[in-house]
């Protein structure tokens, strides 16, 4: 079957898309520091060899770091990838966006079971869409049944599409618009199925509630307690920060890497917009599970799963919580959210006390489904030999 990028913008990064198959082994986090290095650097260097033209990863053990790079951050001029590059996190924005809407609820300034409707009156309607009977816990599990508007977005299937839209600004409200026009996959609650239309309305919902701007809420309750200094939502802003390696997207199996480094992700917003550093990321997945970010009480309703449905023929097992998913792993599992955008993907894991967390940065995004898979295989490898 086909990956098609508006499907694989899904977020999956498919980080988990061909997980290592639980088997006996040591248990999450004994991997020794000393070995982390030389387990990013040989994937880099795979991954490289597989064609993504340049690589970041690290790996967080408590507050030492390891980190490895691979390929060069620029086609033209062979210029090597830089240290701690910034790069688009894709689909991993959705775990900010739910880490959010906890802190709502622990505040009481809204419920997991509120209705859409409560908050957004009348935005999801029409075709059998029914805000009424979708609640706030329905939009950030995916069990919504709410169509995922990105696969309509011309913007990412081809180049010439990619060329046009580029620097097109789209507001939230469009972006359900488009997710109205098709009829819902299921009932509310009855099954899953990723929908990157959840998490716009996530995000207007954070708006709604606390009268500021998406960005300002990823800098007041997540980047600037943490000292991420390098995290944020760049809004219409379609360049990004340097030093930085330029992304590539091959849209056809074959064909060119297209550069697709400018690029506004208002169309991406709180599903997945925001612009970091590997450390910074590493940082996020380590505060969020060590509790610095969320209390017992919210951790445990983010770590509810469900089985992701429509997954399983890729990650038997795979699992959904809020915001987060639940990959099977030789040593049990670990938590994460990987993100795709034109020409990046991230892959990331984290153990569940936070100490041990491994991201990965890729700058090419490949068009057959044997080469996406071969990378998303290897990168998953890595994040599973520094876990376990």
């Known amino acids: 079957m086909r990956i098609h990028l508006g ?16 088997v006996a082994g ?8 000393s070995g982390d290095r030389q387990t990013l650097q040989d994937a880099a260097d795979d991954l490289h060899a597989l064609g993504v033209t340049g690589v970041q990863a690290i790996a967080g053990n408590g507050p030492n770091t390891s980190a490895a790079r691979a ?80 696969a ?77 200094d390098h995290t944020f939502s760049p809004g219409d802003w379609p360049a990004l920060p340097h030093p930085h390696a330029r992304a590539y997207q091959q849209f056809e199996p074959g064909g060119p890497l297209v550069d697709t480094t400018l690029l506004n992700v208002s169309w991406g917003w709180a599903a997945g917009d925001l612009i970091t550093t590997p450390t910074d990321l590493v940082r996020f997945w380590q505060a969020l599970h060590s509790g610095r970010l969320l209390g017992r009480a919210q951790l445990d309703e983010m770590r509810r799963t469900v089985l992701a449905v429509t997954f399983q023929d890729f990650v038997p097992g795979l699992r959904y919580g809020l915001g987060i998913m639940w990959t099977p792993s030789r040593c049990g599992g670990y938590w994460n959210h990987g993100g795709d955008v034109p020409g990046a993907s991230t892959v990331n894991g984290v153990t569940g006390d936070g100490r041990r967390a491994v991201v990965l940065s890729l700058t090419t995004r490949l068009a057959s489904d044997e080469d996406y898979l071969a990378t998303m295989r290897r990168a998953d490898e890595a994040v599973v030999d520094i876990l376990c």
């Open 26 to 33: 040591t248990a999450a986090g004994a991997a020794p520091a």
């Open 71 to 150: 390929g060069v951050a620029d086609t033209r001029t062979g210029a090597p990838v830089p240290r701690e590059g910034y790069f688009r996190m894709g689909s991993n924005g959705k775990t900010f966006a739910a880490v959010i809407v906890l802190q709502l609820v622990a505040e009481e300034r809204l419920s997991l079971e509120d209705t859409v409707d409560r908050w957004l009156p009348g935005v999801v309607a029409g075709n059998g869409n029914d805000g009424r009977r979708i609640t706030v816990r329905h939009l950030l599990q995916h069990t919504s049944g709410l169509y995922n508007y990105t």
């Open 152 to 228: 309509d977005l011309s913007g990412l299937a081809s180049p010439e599409g990619y060329l046009e839209h580029r620097f097109e600004h789209l507001d939230p409200e469009e972006l359900v618009a488009i997710a109205m026009k098709h009829e819902p996959l299921f009932a509310p609650g009855t099954s899953w199925d990723y929908s990157n239309t959840n998490y716009i309305l996530a995000g207007m919902l954070i708006e709604k509630v606390t009268g500021s701007t998406w960005a300002a809420q990823v800098r007041d309750r997540i980047t600037r307690p943490l000292g991420l």
């Open 7 to 22: 499907r694989a913008l899904a977020g999956t990064a498919i980080a988990a898309v061909l997980a290592i198959t639980p």
